[in-house]
């Protein structure tokens, strides 16, 4: 399994809780959002098995990470990601990189 992750700054706080409501229904959705090109839609649906949000609200920083299968959807999902406007508010993008899952162990 791979793991993009996503760091951005500069986030409007205030808009946190609507912004991941709206990003969860786009991803349980099986309706493509109307300012998303087909193939992105499809890169996403197909190849993203996760996804985790993390905010550190008070210094407006969020970082997201997508799972994948392998480094060829990892690669893909960055690619499709990365074609993609973040909506107004949702900061700067400033850092992203792709990891390979070593361990993820659960007490």
Known sequence: MHVRMARFE???VSRLEED???FRKMLRSSERP???PEEVFETLRDRVRRVISLADRE???TVDM???DNAADARLVHEALDSLT???GSGRRTSVGTYEL???EQL
């Open 20 to 22: 991941y409501a709206q």
């Open 86 to 88: 973040p909506p107004e």
């Open 102 to 104: 070593v361990l993820d």
């Open 66 to 68: 997508t799972f994948t």
């Open 10 to 12: 500069g986030i409007d």
């Open 59 to 61: 210094a407006g920083v």
């Open 34 to 36: 109307e300012f998303m």
